[in-house]
C-alpha cells in the first residue's frame, strides 16, 4: 500500500457574508463555514480553489 499525504488548505470567515449574493453565502456554507472568524480545513482540489476564489473577499488563507 502506499500512502499518499493530501494536501490541505485552511480557510478562516473574516467578513459576514449578511448582504451579499446567494450564491456566495451557499458558497461560504459549502466550504463548512459558519460563524464569523470560523476555520475550515479542506483539501486542496481545483473545486475548492475556485470556491476560494469566489468569495475571497469575506475568507483569509491561513
Known amino acids: 500500500m502506499t500512502t499518499t499525504t493530501q494536501q490541505?488548505?485552511?480557510?478562516?470567515?473574516?467578513?459576514?457574508?449578511?448582504g451579499t449574493k446567494e450564491s456566495h453565502r451557499a458558497t461560504v456554507r459549502g466550504l463548512g463555514l459558519r460563524?464569523?472568524?470560523?476555520v475550515?480545513?479542506?483539501?486542496?482540489t481545483p473545486e475548492v480553489r475556485g470556491m476560494i476564489n469566489k468569495i475571497s473577499y469575506?475568507?483569509?488563507i491561513l
Open 40 to 44: 475550515s480545513e479542506l483539501k486542496d
Open 35 to 38: 460563524k464569523l472568524n470560523s
Open 8 to 18: 490541505t488548505v485552511k480557510i478562516q470567515l473574516v467578513r459576514s457574508p449578511i
Open 58 to 60: 469575506l475568507v483569509k
